[in-house]
């Protein structure tokens, strides 16, 4: 398609459970990032792939957090044991190659229960 | 690193008045800066963006922004919003590198236009 693709669009996992989200980019962009939006906030910078190598995942909250895109383009969001404050929007973004700006997902909301 | 501050939580007017939308923000080095906009229930919509050269840029429906590098602002204008308008307004940078680097953000303006 156009567009990021993201899914699935809603997921409600229990306390405990492990999820996987995944993101789609634009055919071609070289760069995805993730991004973690808590109700009421600004996106939080997770992770940034350049291709297959990940190369910043500084704003990964804890090791129970991890993503991979292991052949360049879909990438996978992947939460072990999800906590409550695990909830909110989980947004994927990605670029052809500059950082003049990104096209963002319409989101994953995750709500832990 | 990067800091956006965005003063106002929250600004509600009127249809057909003007509104500005402020976006100050802190780095030690060249940034870019963006302002994406929010529907309810979607993703984030790149509204405008300030790369180089002219400090006023404007998106296609009607809003403009200034780049003020002396007073690191870059405040969102429009003359006369519409009810469509309503949404999350989000300001952002990043380093001005060339090559893909995070988005910072502010914690965003809740823009609400009412008859």
């Known amino acids: 398609g156009a567009g990021v693709s993201q899914s699935p669009r809603y997921k409600v996992a229990k306390r405990g459970q492990d999820v996987a989200l995944r993101c789609d980019p634009i055919?071609?962009?070289?760069?995805l990032f993730w991004y973690q939006q808590a109700l009421g906030q600004g996106p939080e910078f997770l992770t940034y792939?350049?291709?297959?190598?990940?190369?910043?995942k500084s704003g990964l909250p804890s090791d129970r957090f991890f993503a991979e895109r292991p052949e360049g383009s879909v990438s996978t969001l992947k939460i072990q044991r999800t906590q409550q404050e695990d909830s909110a929007v989980y947004l994927c973004a990605s670029s052809f190659m500059s950082g003049a700006g990104y096209t963002f997902g319409s989101g994953t909301r995750l709500t832990v229960v | 690193a990067q800091s956006v501050t965005q003063l106002d939580s929250q600004v509600p007017v009127f249809e057909e008045a003007p509104v500005e939308l402020r976006c100050n923000y802190s780095s030690s080095v060249s940034v870019y800066l963006f302002w994406y906009v929010q529907y309810p229930n979607q993703g984030l919509q790149l509204l405008l963006k300030y790369l180089s050269g002219s400090t006023l840029v404007e998106s296609i429906n009607g809003f403009e922004a200034e780049f003020n590098k002396s007073q690191t602002s870059f405040h969102l204008r429009k003359p006369s919003v519409h009810i469509s308008d309503t949404a999350e307004y989000f300001c952002?940078?990043?380093?001005?590198?060339?090559?893909?680097?995070?988005?910072?953000f502010g914690t965003g303006t809740r823009l609400q236009v009412t008859l």
């Open positions: 952002a940078v990043n380093r001005n590198t060339g090559t893909a680097s995070k988005l910072t």
């Open positions: 055919s071609g962009h070289v760069s």
């Open positions: 792939f350049q291709n297959e190598a990940q190369l910043d």
